[in-house]
Every structure is written in structure tokens, then in C-alpha cells.
């Protein structure tokens, strides 16, 4: 994606990272009337719980005897839903856009206060800015980003406006921008042979004209069923199988026109691409969240445990990139963290608005934000 | 009910109070291997969640858009279930007898141990005693017990046989001590008018002969329908109702036999009584835990926020009767604490089987303990 200008967004608090722990940071500033943006560089809500198990069940989440990571995602959004509304005609998915709810972006500077009056300003690589008074990191392990193909010679993979890393959403019924193309996937997981199958099976329309598939070996590392689907598409010349490692490309403007393999029989061969699909997997990256000047311990940021501030004034770390001590890093510790996050971050931006603590089953105001009363 | 001399139980650790905290604490002790035993003053489990707002939507419960009281209860007692088995014959529901959970014990006496090779011990008015090596004191704003009925110069209410504060269980067929014979119900709130419309409408075998109300005054503090309801009764002669308030009785043994009221018009009366059923509500009482001689602030437990430890040494506290810098006293906190509590205990009691913290999506030994392997 491109890089493009936009008005900076003003909010309290820029909450980094929708997992769990940074939806219910959301909902705890909503209920506490604090005004929050949340960000996350995975194209869904869920952070970890969306990325590594979707479909796992977890057992130890406090009154739930047993939910998976996208059904969790889905009630922590649903219990944000009065302070991060859905957008009409979608769905409830965790990928559904959202009111204050920038998914797919990548934070990649922070620019703190110059003053106690001044604002954070905090930018993504996908060139959003937001003003805040306040950041809660909820960054987990790190920033879930595709692991890229990296082609000897070619130092702009994030400009090229033909690579690809991410599906269309189910529900999306645009033409994707390969249809009727020729694309090349690379990878030979899971992610990348679903893609193939996916992308094979699509109505004319929308499949692209053929799909080449790379991988570095002839042995794909996908499930039996996956790589005998793939197989048969082989068969019936649908896609074609080049087991190879990329060499050079030829880039012109902001397209890679063709791609120079060795195949794993030592040859040389080049093919044309009108679109390029990197399915290699997630990897968390820390990126330039540790860069900040902010305290660490063993590569988790060092927090005072009764707030959950870092050593930067207005920069508060919760869930699994945080640390203190006794620390676990379990789910259950992100919701409390996140609690006692967003009565600092009451404390310190509306302090004449502290008071007794108010309950949920009888606070009046609590009710009217929640849309109860 | 009557002290009676039983074998103490031992076990790793005694969690005093079955509320939210305790509960979870239990699931977390019984995760990480370590035995327990579980005791509430209350005769069902839920605590304040129970006792306060059974039927009222909580809607900050972490991942749980909205529940009440009691739906949050029975979904922490099913995720205990794989260490605290409901017992055959049983309902789900909160006063259902379960292996390790100890319901009606009001805990009143506990003798640290005198080394660290020793254990606690701790006993119940109820004349129960549990051997620990440690204690997780999960016992919110204190014990609910009923409120009692003053009467001047009966000093020993609880041992008196037949008075009674509870209602039987809507699944207990057995006939009640009063059934065919005169009950006394002390009250004018909802709680004294539900158990005279409940039990006057029961079938004969189990119903009283017949039930005097008493309250000090003409007017109920009922709702409308309850009041109505009594009114009916006791127009047709089913219900006696007395405006006064108790200024003596006859005792002879365990048995209260006569009790002499005062009348609202000032005129004295004296009624036979075979059974007292006493419902004037639940009061929550700090009772000894306060003297055990762990440090406090502010009327609670100070504790260690990394390891739940108060100053006492092998016992942990939890929930609302805790304090450490920045508490907040909600839910979504108490099972943070419970967590915290559970690995302190595993630290304590068992420090050769820390290792590094697992997952119930992923640890083999974590799916075996639940019953999932």
C-alpha cells in the first residue's frame, strides 16, 4: 500500500494493539467516558488469539469454561460495541470495520509531548497520524506482520502496488485485483495452498487466468487435504508448481513486471507477473516500539504495576509486551492491567472526573454510556 | 445448628469464601496441580455476586457482554467443575453440594502454623477443621450471615435446634422440622414474605400447622405482589400476623418454647412457637479475620500486589477484602489476583514444579488436569 497524507486524529487516548487485552482497554475507557482510537497492524481484531488459534480452544479465561480466539475477539467486540460501533451493513467479524478502530496499521513513530500540554502524535507506515494525550501499548508480542519473500536486489517490497499478502474478506464480492491475471503465490504452508485452492475455486470472474505457485522445495509443509486439492489442480493444469528460490526481479515504477528463479535443479527461469501473493505466515515484530526510550526488562516494558505507566509520561503497557513484578503473561492479567490502565488514564487526563468507584450493575451514569439506562 | 467434633481435612490450600475470586482461584489452584478445599459462609456459592445481585446484568465481566449474578456463578462453578465435581443426583446450581466446596461454614478460628513444616488450622462455627499449608483468603466485604433477631436474655441463638434462617432447597423433597406444626416467621421485608408465601402454599404433609408473622411494625417493606399476597393469607386465617417486638423467652434445652412480644400498641403477648425461621436478610460480617493479626489499611488485607501474600506468612488475600497500591475492587481485578495467589502458592508449597508458564491451548499437562487430553 501507498503511503498517502491525511488529517491527523485527535483523541485521549491511542490505544496500540487490538488483542484482547487492548479491546478491553477500549471498553474500560468507554465506560469510564475517555475517548480512544485503536490500532493494529493485523487486518482483523484479536491480536494473538486471531493470528495463532482462532480455533483452539482456551479454557482458563475467567468464566468461560471454553471459547476459541475468534469467539472471544467476537464477544470482547460485541462488548465494545457501545464505544466502537459497527459500521452498517457488516458483519460482526472480527475483520468488520468499526467506529475508532484502525485495523492494518503498522505504528512506526511516536513523537512524545513537548510538554504536559502537548499531545503524543503517533504515525503508521500505512501514513495515518493521531494526536493523543495518551498511549496504552497493547502491543503483545509484536506487531503481526506477513513474513516477506525477499528477492536479492528489490528494496521497495512495501511500495509495489502488485505484491500482495492478505485473502479478500469472505464477504467481500469486489473483483480482487488479480482476476483474470496471472498470479504467482508464494509459499508452500498452509496459508499459501489455501490461498491456491481459495483463489483456483473462485466463479471466472473473480479467479485469476492461471496462478503459478513457488517454493523453495518439491515438499510442501500444508495438511494432507490442502496438498492433495493442490495436487489435483496440478493434475487438470490449473496451477503450475515451480520449485525454486527467487534470484532478481525487474521492477518498473511501483510494478514487478517478472521474477528470475533458480529452480531447486539449479536452473535459471523467468516469468512474467501481473501480481504478486506472499503467503508465508505472520511474524510478530517488535519494531520501533522498543526504540522509544522507554525502560525494559528482559524486552517487555517495564511498568509500575498499580497504573501500568512506563517510564514516559502519558505512555501506559498492558497485556504481554508489559512487565512487572510477578508478571504472568496470561489473558486474565491483560484484562486487569487494562482496568487499572484506564483509571490512570482517567487520573490523568480528567482528574476532577475521579470519584468512587462506580459499578455496572447499579451507576447510573455507567448504564446511560453503556446505552442501558 | 449444632457444633460437631469431625476429622480435619487436609489439604494444600483452604480458599475462604466461594465468590468470583475464590472460585476462580480454585480453577487456577486446580490447574497448576495444587489441592484444595473451599469454604463460604453462605449456603450456595457466588458471594456478593449471589447474595447482592443475583438477578441484575453485570456488564464489565472481561469478554462477557452481559450477565447476572447467578448465570456468572453456575459458568465459574462449571469451569471448576474438572476439579471440583458436582456430586451425582445434583442440579448446576449454585447451592448444589460439590466435591472440595464447603457451603453454610462461617470460618471463626485459625492458628497459624508454628513452623514452616506445620500447617494452619482453621475452624468453623460449624465445628468443621481444615489442616493447610496455606490460606487464600477470598472473603469479600466478609461473611454474609443472617442478620438475627435480638431477643433479650437468650444469649445462645446459635445453638438454639430449632431456629432456622434458610429456606430448604427448591430440590429437596424431604419434609422441613416445621412441617404440621407452628412456625414463627420473623420479618417484613421481601425475604420474611417470600418464605410465608412459599411455605403456607406448600402441600399439607410439608406446609405448617400454621405461621405467625412478626414484624415490629403494621407496615411490610415488601414488594407490593408479596405484600398482597400475605394479606390474602391472612385473611383467610392461614397467616397470623403480630406488629411487635420480642422482649423475652422460654428456653428449655436447645428449644425455644414461648416468646413474649411487645406489641406495637404496647400490650405484651406470649406465643408458643415449635419452630423460628428468622428472615431479616444477610449482613456481611468482617467476623475474626480481622484479628488474625495480618496488617491492614483501611479495614482490608494488605497485600503483596506481585504474590498476594499478606504479612502473614502463607496467607494470601483476594478480591474486595485486599489492598495494594492502585486496587480497584471489581471483578475483573479479583481474578487478575486469583492467578497471581495461585502461582504464589505453587512458589510456596510445590517450588520444584515452577517451570515456564503454559497454556490450556497448547500444554499437554494443562489439557490432562481438565479432562481434555
Known amino acids: 500500500m501507498q503511503p498517502h497524507a491525511q488529517q491527523p486524529m485527535h483523541t485521549d487516548v491511542l490505544v496500540i494493539g487490538a488483542g484482547p487485552a487492548g479491546l478491553y482497554q477500549a471498553f474500560q475507557l468507554g465506560l469510564l467516558g475517555v475517548s480512544f482510537e485503536v490500532v493494529d497492524a493485523l487486518p482483523m481484531a484479536g491480536g494473538q488469539c486471531a493470528a495463532l488459534y482462532p480455533d483452539k480452544p482456551i479454557y482458563d479465561i475467567p468464566g468461560i469454561p471454553a471459547i476459541n480466539g475468534q469467539a472471544l475477539t467476537q464477544q470482547l467486540l460485541a462488548q465494545c460495541s457501545p464505544f466502537m460501533r459497527m459500521l452498517p451493513g457488516h458483519s460482526d467479524l472480527p475483520h468488520a470495520p468499526r467506529e475508532h478502530l484502525h485495523l492494518g496499521q503498522v505504528i512506526d513513530a511516536l513523537q512524545p509531548p513537548a510538554n504536559a500540554q502537548d499531545t503524543f502524535e503517533i504515525t503508521s507506515t500505512q501514513g495515518l497520524t493521531w494526536r493523543s494525550r495518551a498511549v496504552v501499548i497493547a502491543g503483545g508480542v509484536g506487531a503481526f506482520v506477513p513474513r516477506e519473500w525477499p528477492i536479492p536486489g528489490v528494496t521497495n517490497l512495501h511500495q509495489l502496488s502488485n505484491l500482495h499478502h492478505h485473502l479478500p474478506e469472505a464477504s467481500d464480492t469486489r473483483a480482487p485485483p488479480w482476476a483474470g491475471q496471472h498470479l504467482m503465490v508464494a509459499g508452500g504452508g498452509d496459508e499459501a495452498l489455501t490461498a491456491v485452492v481459495q483463489l483456483a475455486n473462485q466463479p471466472a470472474p473473480l479467479a485469476p487466468a492461471h496462478i503459478t505457485l513457488v517454493h523453495r522445495r518439491h515438499a510442501f509443509t500444508a495438511t494432507p487435504e490442502l496438498n492433495e486439492q493442490v495436487q489435483t489442480l496440478m493434475a487438470q493444469g490449473r496451477v503450475t508448481f515451480v520449485a525454486g528460490i527467487p534470484m532478481a526481479a525487474q521492477v518498473t ?118 446505552g442501558k439506562a
Chains 1, 2 share one sequence.
Open 253 to 370: 515504477g511501483e510494478r514487478i513486471e517478472h521474477i528470475t528463479l533458480t529452480t531447486a535443479e539449479g536452473q535459471p527461469t523467468t516469468l512474467h507477473v501481473d501480481h504478486l501473493l506472499v503467503r508465508l505466515g505472520l511474524s510478530p515484530r517488535m519494531g520501533p516500539i522498543t526504540q522509544w526510550g522507554m525502560a525494559m526488562e528482559r524486552k517487555q516494558l517495564l511498568v509500575n504495576s498499580s497504573t501500568m505507566a512506563t517510564s514516559l509520561p502519558g505512555a501506559y503497557a498492558i497485556g504481554d509486551i508489559c512487565t512487572y513484578p510477578g508478571k504472568l503473561r496470561l489473558v486474565a492479567c491483560g484484562f486487569h492491567e487494562a482496568t487499572l490502565a484506564a483509571h490512570a488514564c482517567l487520573a490523568q487526563l480528567y482528574p476532577q472526573a475521579c470519584g468512587p468507584l462506580q459499578y455496572t450493575t447499579s451507576s447510573e451514569a455507567l448504564l446511560k454510556r453503556l
